[in-house]
């Protein structure tokens, strides 16, 4: 039977890394591309959801991570660093044990899913917890790796980006073609630049007839690149992408005009509506910032923005099981003994009567 390797041995020959690369690896991609029939319905397109948070770690992060940490196990790196919202450090540290080298992770203090920061500090971690945001995380994982001999492998290493255009191969491989319109939540904005390489590298060598457009979401109060600043206090209910001054920002504006796409932002009641659809009618569960793309989607089907009749791909970045704090407003009610009234209650919402 075939076993997924992982996508560094699946895509070897589109990857920058040698014939001899041993890959440090938990057979992260081959995730599901699956029919969204809600969203089809909703929005009069063929919508696909690409469900990122079936990889090992829970999110996209792990495509990118497996290239970086072989590529800094190969360099003889001992340790490695990176800022992170959650999902960036939650990887790095499942990959850096297995290789070997000690995980470094700064994060916003108090700012993070706790799903994530149980991610980090389980594979052993030296977590650090700035007083600040994702932004100042940032500056002073550059100036560690810059005075100290440890790895940087926040998305300002490209070859973080290489791994991650694989979800863009995978999606080609599995539909036959590109779709017309990919869409996906932007934080760091790293990822949509990733798929722009993926796609843009599939069709140069003809094995999509076309790139698709390319639409980003940032959250309303964390959306630098649709306000063309920088924005100095992020914030928003969607911690994943809570970053006011994204390191691939030129990156992503290029694979927005490129592509004649779009980076444009949501509110978090969008993206709660969202998150909360995707879970009740497509049976995916996903994290806020995750909800983003899906957010965005029905505005602008709502907006008279989509074109009927559309292949679509929504990436949905991250697994809802990270991050429950909101998911769990609104439980049903508590009872010491289930009685008759009660099941009756339960049928009765559940449409049976
Ligand atoms: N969705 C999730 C679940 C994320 O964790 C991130 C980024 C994004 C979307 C946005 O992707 O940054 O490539 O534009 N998370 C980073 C982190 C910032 O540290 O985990 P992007």
Known sequence: AHQWRGVIEEYRAWLPVSADTKPVTLCEGGTPLIEAQWLSERTRCEVRLKVEGDNPTGSFKDRGMTVAITKAAEAGARAVVCASTGNTSAS?????VRARLNPIVLVPHGRIAAGKMAQALMHGAQVIQVRGGFDDCLAIARGLSDDYPVALVNSVNRVRLQGQKTAAFEIVDAIGDAPDVHVMPVGNAGNISAYWLG???????????????????????????VRG??????????????????????LAVNARDESSGRIDAVTDEQIMQAQRDLASHEGVFVEPGSAAGVAGLVAAADGGELDPGQSVVVTV?????????????????????????????????????
Not at 92 to 96: I, L, R, V
Not at 201 to 218: D, T
Request: hydrophobic content about 45%; cysteine-free; charged content about 20%.
């Open 92 to 96: 790095m540290a499942a990959y850096a």
């Open 199 to 225: 796609y843009t590298e599939y069709a140069r060598a003809g094995a999509a007839s076309h790139s698709p457009r390319l639409w980003g979401f940032q959250a309303e109060g964390a959306a630098p690149i």
């Open 229 to 250: 600043a920088p924005v100095p206090d992020p914030e928003t209910i969607a911690s994943a992408i809570r970053v006011g001054n994204p390191a691939s920002w030129d």
């Open 317 to 353: 970045t991250g697994h809802g099981l990270k991050d429950i704090d909101t998911a769990l407003t609104g439980r049903g009610p508590v009872v010491d003994d289930v009685v008759d009234a009660d099941v009756r209650a339960a049928a009765r919402a559940a449409g049976l009567t």
